[in-house]
C-alpha cells in the first residue's frame, strides 16, 4: 500500500510551467483513470498536487501524463519539474503545506482554506477514502497548531495589511477612527480597502481632480473632499493615507505641527506611500505622530518575514512529532491494507467513526 | 516559619520572569496563561504569609520595612489580579512579576526584618491608613508599569523596528486609557490615605507629611495636565514612572525613619 504525493510549485516550476498542470484533471479522474483508490488533487497559484493512496506503484509519469493540458509537447520527452514524496515524507510535506511552511510567503494562512476546499471537493466526488481523510484531518489539526503555539503568522507582509496592523497597534479597534485618503491611485485603494475591512466607517477622500475622488469615495464608501479642503481636515483625522504624484511635499512639519499641539491626546497615523513622498519625513519627529513611507512599510514587512523565518524550527519540530506518530498509527492501517485485507470503509478499524 | 510562604511566593514570580526570558529568547512569545497561574499562585502565597504575620503580630502586618515592601509586593499583584483579566493577555504579567519579584528579592535579602516589641495599642485608623496608602503605591506600581509598555511601543512604532514583543503589548490608546484610569484610581486611594493620617490621633513627623503632600501634588499636577491635555501621552507616561520612583523613595524614607524613632 502506497501513500505518496507527486506536484510541482513555486519552488520548482515557474508560473507557466505551473499553469500547465492547473485545471485540467479532477481528484476523480485521476483516481479513476491512473488507478488510485483515494487521489485529491490541491491546486493553487502556487502548486499543483496530487495526494494519493494506491496498492501498487503508479510511477510520476502516468500522474503528469493526467495532470498536463493536450497540448503539442511530446510527453514522451517533456520532463516537467516533478516531485515526489512518499509515505513519512509525504505526510510530513502536506503538513508543512498546510502550516503554511512551504508557501512562497512563510506563515500564510490562504493555503490553509485552499486544502480545506481541495479536501471537501475530492470527499464530495467520493475520491477521498478513509486514508487521505485521516491525513488530511491531521494535517488541518497541524497546521492550527503551529499557527497557535509559533508566530509563524504574525506580522503582516503587504502594503495594506502592514498599514491595517500599525493602524491597530496605535488605534486599537478601527470602527471609530477617521481616515483622510489623499490620491486615489491603486494601492491607495487597496490599503482603503483593506482599512475599511477592519472597521473604518468614517472614509475621506481628497484628489485634484474631485470625479475621481467621488468615484474612490462611493466605491469603498466614503466622502469627496475637495483638494484645497485636505489640510484643514488633519484637525480631525486619525489616519492618513498619501499617494499622490507632486513633486513636492504636500505636508511638512511646519503646517502639521500647530494642529499636533491641539490634538496632543490623538495620535496622527501617516501612511505615504507616494514616491516621491508626499510628507516631509521630518513630520515623524512631531509629538504623536507615526509616519510611515513606502520604505518604512517594506522595512516592517521584511521585519515580520524574518521573524516568520525564526519560527520555522519551532513549527518544524511541531511537525516532526505530528509525522512520527501520525505515520505509525497509519502504516499499521496500509500494512493490514497491504496483506490482503480489503480497502476499509469508513466506520471500520483503523479509523474510528468519530474522526469521520 | 511564614517567611517560607513569601519565599514560595517569590519562587513562582521568579517562574514567571525566567518563562518570559525564555520565551523571548526564542521569539516564540506565549507566556501569558503561564504567568497568570504563577502569578495567581505567587499572589495566594502572599496572602497566607501576611494572614500568618498578621495572625501572630494581632495587627496589620506592616510593622517594618520587610513586611511594607511584602505588602506593596502584595498589592502589586493584587491590582494585577483585578485590573489582569482586561489586560493580562496583553503582556501586563509579564512586566508585574519582575516588579514583584524585585520588592520581594529585596526584602528577603536585605536585613531588614526586624521584629520589635509592639507597645503602641493596635489604631485602626493608623492601619487603615497605612494599608491604603500602600495599595494606592500598588496602583501607581501598575500605572508604571502600562508606562514602561507605553514608551516601548511607542518607541517601536516612531523609530518603525518592530519586535516581536511588539504585537503582544496592547494598543496605544488602549494602553493610555488604563494609564489615566490607574492614575486617577491610584490618586483617589492616596487621597483617602492621606486624610485618614490626620486621624491617627498621633503626631505624625512633619517630614513624612510633606513629602507624602509633594508626592500627592505630582499625581494631581499629572492627571490635571493630563485632563487640560497640556501633557503628549508619552509625557505622561514617562511622569508614571517617575511618580512610583518617588512613591517608593517616600515609602522608604517613612518607613525607615520610622525605624530610627523606634532606636532606644
Not at chain 1, 497559484?45 to 494506491?54: D, P
Not at chain 1, 480631525?236 to 499622490?244: A, G, Q, R, V, Y
Not at chain 2, 483617589?188 to 485618614?196: F, K, Q
Request: hydrophobic share 50%; glycine share 6%; net charge positive.
Amino acid at each position: 500500500m502506497n501513500l505518496f504525493c507527486v506536484g510541482l510549485s513555486h519552488h520548482t516550476a515557474n508560473v507557466a510551467t505551473r499553469e500547465q498542470f492547473a485545471g485540467n484533471a479532477t481528484a476523480e479522474s485521476i483516481a479513476r483513470e491512473v488507478g488510485c483508490v483515494e487521489a485529491l488533487l490541491l491546486t493553487t497559484c502556487n502548486r499543483v498536487e496530487v495526494y494519493a493512496v494506491s496498492d501498487k506503484r503508479i510511477s510520476t509519469d502516468e500522474i503528469t501524463r493526467r495532470l498536463m493540458a493536450k497540448t503539442n509537447r511530446d510527453p514522451d520527452n517533456y520532463f516537467p519539474p516533478f516531485y515526489r514524496y512518499e509515505d513519512n515524507k509525504c505526510v510530513q510535506h502536506l503538513f508543512r503545506v498546510a502550516s503554511g511552511l512551504d508557501s512562497m510567503v512563510v506563515g500564510e494562512s490562504e493555503i490553509f482554506g485552499q486544502a480545506k476546499k481541495a479536501y471537501e471537493s475530492a470527499r464530495t466526488s467520493g475520491a477521498v477514502g478513509p486514508y487521505l481523510h485521516r491525513l488530511f484531518q491531521r494535517a488541518f489539526r497541524v497546521a492550527k497548531q503551529v499557527r497557535t503555539h509559533t508566530n509563524i503568522a504574525r506580522g503582516a507582509v503587504s502594503v495594506g495589511s502592514v498599514a491595517v496592523e500599525l493602524a491597530q497597534r496605535i488605534f486599537g479597534k478601527l470602527n471609530d477612527c477617521k481616515v483622510l485618503v489623499l490620491g486615489a491611485g491603486e494601492t491607495s485603494e487597496r490599503t482603503t480597502r483593506a482599512l475599511v475591512s477592519r472597521g473604518v466607517t468614517d472614509l475621506r477622500v481628497s484628489n485634484r481632480s474631485l470625479d475621481r475622488a467621488r468615484d474612490l469615495a462611493q466605491t469603498v464608501g466614503g466622502q469627496a473632499v475637495p483638494f484645497d479642503d485636505w489640510v484643514v481636515q488633519c484637525r480631525e483625522i486619525d489616519i492618513l493615507l498619501t499617494s499622490t504624484a507632486s513633486e513636492m511635499p504636500l505636508l511638512t512639519s511646519e503646517m502639521l505641527a500647530p494642529m499636533s499641539r491641539e490634538r496632543l491626546d490623538r495620535p496622527l497615523f501617516i501612511i505615504d506611500i507616494a514616491v516621491p513622498r508626499d510628507v516631509d519625513p521630518r513630520v515623524n519627529e512631531l509629538e504623536g505622530v507615526y509616519l510611515y513611507d513606502i520604505d518604512s512599510i517594506r522595512s516592517v514587512a521584511e521585519q515580520s518575514l524574518a521573524l516568520r523565518q525564526q519560527q520555522v524550527a519551532a513549527a518544524e519540530a511541531i511537525i516532526a512529532d505530528h509525522v512520527t506518530e501520525f505515520f505509525d498509527s497509519i502504516s499499521r492501517g496500509l500494512n493490514r491494507f497491504s496483506k490482503g485485507v480489503d480497502h476499509p470503509s469508513i466506520g471500520e478499524n483503523p479509523i474510528h467513526a468519530s474522526e469521520l | 516559619m511564614d517567611r517560607y510562604f513569601l519565599i514560595a511566593s517569590t519562587i513562582c514570580f521568579l517562574a514567571a520572569v525566567v518563562h518570559t526570558v525564555i520565551e523571548l529568547r526564542t521569539k516564540v512569545f506565549r507566556p501569558m496563561r503561564f504567568n497568570f497561574i504563577a502569578i495567581g499562585l505567587g499572589f495566594i502565597f502572599q496572602t497566607v504569609f501576611l494572614w500568618i504575620r498578621g495572625q501572630a503580630l494581632g495587627r496589620c502586618p506592616i510593622t517594618n520595612l520587610f513586611e511594607v515592601f511584602a505588602f506593596l509586593a502584595w498589592s502589586v499583584a493584587l491590582i494585577y489580579m483585578v485590573v489582569g483579566p482586561a489586560y493580562r493577555l496583553s503582556l501586563m504579567g509579564a512586566f508585574t512579576a519582575p516588579l514583584v519579584l524585585l520588592l520581594q528579592v529585596f526584602a528577603l535579602i536585605a536585613p531588614i526584618d526586624s521584629r520589635h516589641q509592639m507597645t503602641v495599642p493596635v489604631n485602626s485608623w493608623l492601619e487603615f491608613h497605612a494599608s491604603m496608602s500602600l495599595v494606592a503605591y500598588g496602583v501607581f506600581a501598575l500605572a508604571c508599569i502600562a508606562g514602561v509598555m507605553y514608551l516601548l511601543q511607542e518607541r517601536q512604532l516612531k523609530t518603525h523596528h518592530l519586535h516581536s514583543i511588539f504585537y503582544h503589548l496592547p494598543p496605544l490608546t488602549n494602553l493610555f486609557a488604563v494609564i489615566t484610569r490607574l492614575l486617577w484610581w491610584g490618586f483617589a486611594l492616596y487621597t483617602i490615605g492621606i486624610v485618614s493620617g490626620f486621624f491617627t490621633g498621633h503626631p505624625l513627623p512633619r517630614v513624612q507629611v510633606v513629602a507624602a503632600i509633594g508626592l500627592w501634588f505630582l499625581y494631581a499636577a499629572i492627571l490635571q495636565a493630563r485632563h487640560l491635555k497640556w501633557l503628549a501621552p508619552k509625557r505622561v507616561a514617562a511622569l508614571c514612572i517617575i511618580g512610583f520612583s518617588a512613591a517608593l523613595a517616600l515609602l522608604w524614607g517613612i518607613t525607615f525613619t520610622a525605624e530610627l524613632h523606634r532606636v532606644p
